[in-house]
């Protein structure tokens, strides 16, 4: 059955199905979920453990969800958030540059073992790593995720005038990027 967010949560809410509904929960984003925090900091172990501290906020917090918006959005951003914490922090722990995290990143894309993308594929990674982290972030919802981009503002809580410009310089970016090789 193709269950709608709004029958996951009710099913949530039971105290009756709440396990259940959780399942079903993690059946319908958990490999979203995932793909977008991969997307951001490559590494699959860190990947993993990210979109399962993702699923725990989700479960702390799920009564804090109004349905103001999509439930996916809701997920998405705490995904994002805990995927932008990390980068962060692994930039403090290491004393890292933001150009050291990129370097590291791509280090981190070519030795993945779990990577089963072709060369055009690898170039496009690399170039995407060369963005600034908004631009990255925001070319990946738009390009991968296909997410429209009044979706990607809620998410982001920004303009949807402002990601316009950010795909923009970021297409432009990777374009530039990969004429140069």
Do not use: C
């Not at 070319?139 to 923009?168: C, D, P, W």
């Amino acid at each position: 059955m193709n269950w709608t967010d709004e029958d996951i949560i009710d099913k949530i809410k039971d105290n009756k199905t709440v396990d259940y509904g959780f399942n079903l929960l993690m059946e319908k984003y958990q490999e979203k979920v995932y793909w977008v925090i991969r997307r951001m900091v490559i590494d699959h172990e860190s990947s993993d453990d990210i979109a399962q501290e993702t699923f725990v906020k989700v479960w702390k917090n799920l009564d804090k969800f109004k349905g103001e918006s999509k439930l996916y959005t809701w997920i998405y951003r705490i995904a994002t958030n805990e995927a932008l914490t990390h980068l962060r922090k692994k930039k403090r722990r290491f004393f890292l540059s933001i150009g050291d995290i990129e370097n590291e990143l791509m280090s981190t894309l070519e030795a993945d073992i779990y990577y089963s993308g072709d060369v055009i594929q690898l170039k496009l990674q690399k170039a995407i790593l060369t963005l600034p982290e908004k631009q990255r972030l925001v070319f990946n919802m738009k390009y991968f995720e296909e997410l429209k981009f009044r979706e990607i503002a809620e998410v982001l809580e920004v303009t949807v005038g402002s990601l316009k410009a950010q795909y923009h310089h970021a297409v432009k970016k990777i374009e530039k990027y990969l004429k140069e090789d």
